[in-house]
């Protein structure tokens, strides 16, 4: 059974990425280089990491954090999984800030966990980026971005794109300076030449994106 490790070496990212698309290579010069991300040696809890990632959606990240820190109080834990969220009922998450829908969702969440339907991070470690998403997504209220987010960020799986994120297709839209953004499945076929790196594509996409919002107006991203 393969095992994969987590994060990859962003050295040969630069120079893959810099040698298969000469557009994009000229904005990297221009930038500079993306380096490994701190995360990626972090131990973490992903159920833990999908209830933050539900309370954080459709918020501005300090009334999120706000709301974050009523329910680690409430739940007398700093960690959410199935034992601490049943510490709680429904009016206590309510009176904490939490939607009606997140509370749903952070229920289905802790039941899933319960059923052993969440993977852990040494399972993760034996299953592709495919799987780890066909696995999360049927959590209410995870979808597959959250789940992206979490190979890219935390688990530093190396090739991933996340083609429905405003972001990265205003950064594929500027590299390739066409009139309008591409649709997911078109920058889906662009990004082919971008494997097996098309995470760190990404990354230096959003950065195109923030560079451009720099100097008009700002990228809006998914979930802002």
């Known amino acids: ?30 930038l500079g280089p ?6 990626w040696r ?4 992903p159920v833990d990491a999908l209830a933050r990632a539900i309370l954080y959606q459709q918020l501005s990240g300090k009334a999120a954090a706000t709301i974050v820190s009523r329910v680690e109080a409430a739940i007398g834990a700093g960690r959410f999984h199935c034992d601490t969220l049943s ?11 939490v939607s009606g829908n997140k509370t749903l969702a952070l229920r289905d969440l802790a039941a899933r966990e319960q059923a052993g339907e969440i993977p852990d991070l ?3 470690s034996t299953m592709d980026a495919d799987a780890i998403i066909a696995a999360l997504v049927p959590v209410r209220g995870i979808g597959r971005w959250t789940v992206e987010m979490m190979l890219m960020f935390r688990l530093g799986r190396p090739d991933v794109l996340p083609v429905d994120d405003l972001g990265v ?3 594929a839209q500027l590299v390739d300076g066409s009139a309008e953004m591409p649709r997911p ?5 662009r990004g082919e030449r971008w494997g097996p790196f098309r ?5 230096h996409l959003w950065r195109i994106a923030d560079a451009a919002a720099g100097e008009r107006a700002a990228a809006k991203r998914s979930q802002d």
């Open 1 to 30: 059974m393969p095992r994969y490790r987590r994060g990859y070496d962003t050295a040969e990212a630069e120079a893959w990425l810099a040698r298969r698309d000469r557009k994009l290579a000229a904005w990297m010069r221009r």
């Open 34 to 39: 993306i380096g490994p991300d701190p995360r």
């Open 42 to 45: 972090v131990r973490f809890d």
């Open 87 to 97: 510490r709680v009922d429904d009016a206590t998450l309510r009176a904490c800030g």
């Open 122 to 124: 040494r399972r993760m």
């Open 169 to 171: 297709r205003k950064g």
């Open 185 to 189: 499945r078109e920058l889906a076929v």
């Open 199 to 203: 995470t760190h594509a990404a990354l």
